[in-house]
Nanobody, 123 residues
Framework: QVQLVESGGGLVQAGGSLRLSCAAS????????MGWFRQAPGKEREFVSA????????YYANSVKGRFTISRDNAKNSAYLQMNSLKPEDTAVYYC????????????????WGQGTQVTVSS
């Protein structure tokens, strides 16, 4: 079993920055993919970013490319999402997720989810 705990959400003005953290526990994560997704009210959950622990590549949704950066701390089994130049349309609940295997952009491919953290960007 894998447990994921997000933190770092909050209220920020447009153009501001936030850093989300995801602490993972439960088993070895070297063969897992970690992803960030978000869900705005009335919308489907959408992919934001992902990486696989054994791969240096990172993946981003077009809507956040150049503004968001995903990173990791292997020693802490943690993933981070640095969000810069935030826009009101980034407002959503952000979820950390994990799956066994390679990166995927589909939420349905992820087996484990955190509780979510609210990000609100005011205009």
């Amino acid at each position: 079993q894998v447990q994921l705990v997000e933190s770092g959400g909050g209220l920020v003005q447009a153009g501001g920055s936030l850093r989300l953290s995801c602490a993972a526990s439960g088993r070895s994560f070297t063969v897992y993919t970690m992803g960030w997704f978000r869900q705005a009210p009335g919308k489907e959950r959408e992919f934001v970013s992902a990486f696989t622990w054994t791969d240096v590549r990172t993946y981003y949704a077009n809507s956040v490319k150049g503004r968001f950066t995903i990173s990791r701390d292997n020693a802490k089994n943690s993933a981070y999402l640095q969000m810069n130049s935030l826009k009101p349309e980034d407002t959503a609940v952000y979820y950390c997720a994990a799956r066994y295997g390679s990166s995927s952009l589909r939420a349905s491919d992820y087996n484990y989810w955190g509780q979510g953290t609210q990000v609100t960007v005011s205009s």
